[in-house]
Antibody, heavy 121, light 110 residues
């Protein structure tokens, strides 16, 4: 069974940093690209970032480019999102999602339950 | 403002057929596959339709997807109370080099 478990969310002040993690199981992690998708309270889904199986290709939404960094550790079956210079508008539930393929940003076929990030003073 | 446009809400009675539209442009729906996700409130999104009209195993054939030009639609037939959820369309956008979503459609089963 595919499982994705996010962690690392919490309350953080504007301008500070936070690192999210996603631990996966139930599939061969290094065969697949991975994504982060977020959902602001009461709002819709927004793609944040993607990374291919070998970290050879990485993409970001314009809204987070230059502030967020996605990475992965295939030996630890883990995906990360380093979030710097956080803003109030980054407040959201952050989902880790598995991609359908490895070599590019395939569609999201499995999702975690999310970790909540709240940016507020 | 979402790149893909969906109606905010729709409703139907049990047994009815409802459709949800998703409108985009040549850089997303017009040139790439469309995907649909179902999100029951308080839970994570779930893949419902992939590559325009394919159903993952376990998704009932009451759910179907279609695409024409720069628009797509999700149809749900034989509506059931457990279908009540938010539905999102998604597609890759070649101009933005990223995934885009619709704003979501809340389905109410009356």
């Amino acid at each position: 069974e595919v499982q994705l478990v996010e962690s690392g969310g919490g309350l953080v002040q504007p301008g500070r940093s936070l690192r999210l993690s996603c631990a996966v199981s139930g599939f061969t992690f290094d065969d697949y690209a991975m994504h982060w998708v977020r959902q602001a309270p009461g709002k819709g889904l927004e793609w944040v970032s993607s990374i291919t199986w070998n970290s050879g290709s990485i993409g970001y939404a314009d809204s987070v480019e230059g502030r967020f960094t996605i990475s992965r550790d295939n030996a630890k079956n883990s995906l990360y999102l380093q979030m710097n210079s956080l803003r109030a508008e980054d407040t959201a539930l952050y989902y880790c999602a598995k991609a359908s393929i490895g070599y590019n940003y395939g569609y999201f076929d499995y999702w975690g339950q999310g970790t909540l990030v709240t940016v507020s003073s | 403002q979402s790149v893909l446009t969906q109606p905010p809400s729709t409703s139907g009675t049990p047994g009815q057929r409802v459709t949800i539209s998703c409108s985009g442009s040549s850089s997303n729906i017009g040139s790439n596959y469309v995907y649909w996700y179902q999100q029951v409130p308080g839970t994570a999104p779930k893949l419902l339709i992939y590559r325009n009209n394919q159903r993952p195993s376990g998704v009932p054939d009451r759910f179907s997807g279609s695409k024409s030009g720069t628009s797509a639609s999700l149809a749900i037939s034989g509506l059931r109370s457990e279908d009540e959820a938010d539905f999102y369309c998604a597609a890759w956008d070649d101009s933005l080099s990223g995934w885009v979503f619709g704003g979501g459609t809340k389905l109410t089963v009356l």
